[in-house]
């Protein structure tokens, strides 16, 4: 089993290199086709998580934590939450992404973060709530 984290960050990189790729040439239209169904907040869905779906969901965390360490392009949380979006996808679950904005000062902020019901898989938890959600893609 010690091989699983392994490819699970080979994934996470070869997919966020696609991700990225994508949306320097194509921009927009690469993102939108990649984020998902725009959703309204009482849409999003709830599953039963076992055992198995939550060990899978750490794994796949980790992998993502992993690979923003150890590529040489820029991951940022859209990046990421892109790339676990897919990752998770391709083994039939659903996640949801969430895009908020924030003033800061002078400046607007934007974020990217990823849950699966309450667990947050990219992007700070703690920071999260002080975003006003934009936008909720399923």
């Not at 194509?26 to 169904?37: A, M, P, V």
């Not at 969901?57 to 991951?75: P, V």
């Not at 800061?104 to 920071?127: D, R």
Request: hydrophobic share 40%; with cysteine.
């Amino acid at each position: 089993m010690k091989l699983y984290p392994i490819v699970l960050f080979l994934e996470a990189v070869m997919i966020s290199l696609f991700m990225k790729t994508g949306t320097i040439l194509l921009q927009q239209k690469f993102s939108n086709k990649f984020r998902g169904k725009c959703i309204s907040s009482k849409e999003i869905p709830y599953y039963e998580v076992d055992l198995k779906t939550l060990y899978l969901l750490k794994q796949i965390r980790a992998a993502i934590k992993r690979m923003n360490h150890y590529t040489f392009w820029e991951t940022n949380c859209l990046n990421q939450s892109l790339t676990g979006k897919q990752m998770l996808n391709r083994r039939g679950l659903k996640p949801t992404l969430y895009i908020g904005f924030r003033k800061k000062e002078l400046l607007i902020e934007g974020h990217a973060w990823l849950k699966y019901n309450n667990i947050v898989l990219t992007g700070a938890e703690s920071e999260n709530n002080t975003y006003t959600i934009n936008g909720t893609f399923n």
